[in-house]
């Protein structure tokens, strides 16, 4: 399999980065406007910090992934 430098893994992480920003908030905005009317304002203040926050989780991983640096050449297996 050949190795990316850096460089690829950015440019193809901030492609997934958006993506999965914009799905999570479509996603995010679905379940809104399931919730039933009337609800308490502590409970809608959860639910968006949480819904703001959530996309962090998958994208932990894939920025770490990012952020890898290059193998050099006697790295290389």
């Known amino acids: 399999m050949p190795h990316m430098n850096q460089r690829s893994r950015k440019l193809i ?6 993506g999965s920003i914009i799905l999570w908030s ?12 009337g609800l308490p304002g502590l409970v809608l203040i959860g639910f968006f910090i949480v819904a703001g926050m959530g996309w962090m989780l998958p994208a ?3 920025i770490k992934w990012m952020a890898k ?3 050099t050449q006697g790295d290389r297996r």
Do not use: Q, R
Request: charged share 10%; no cysteine.
């Open 13 to 18: 992480g901030a492609f997934l980065l958006v």
């Open 26 to 37: 479509i996603l995010a905005t679905s379940v809104y406007l399931l919730l039933p009317e």
């Open 69 to 71: 640096p290059d193998e």
């Open 60 to 62: 932990m991983p894939l």
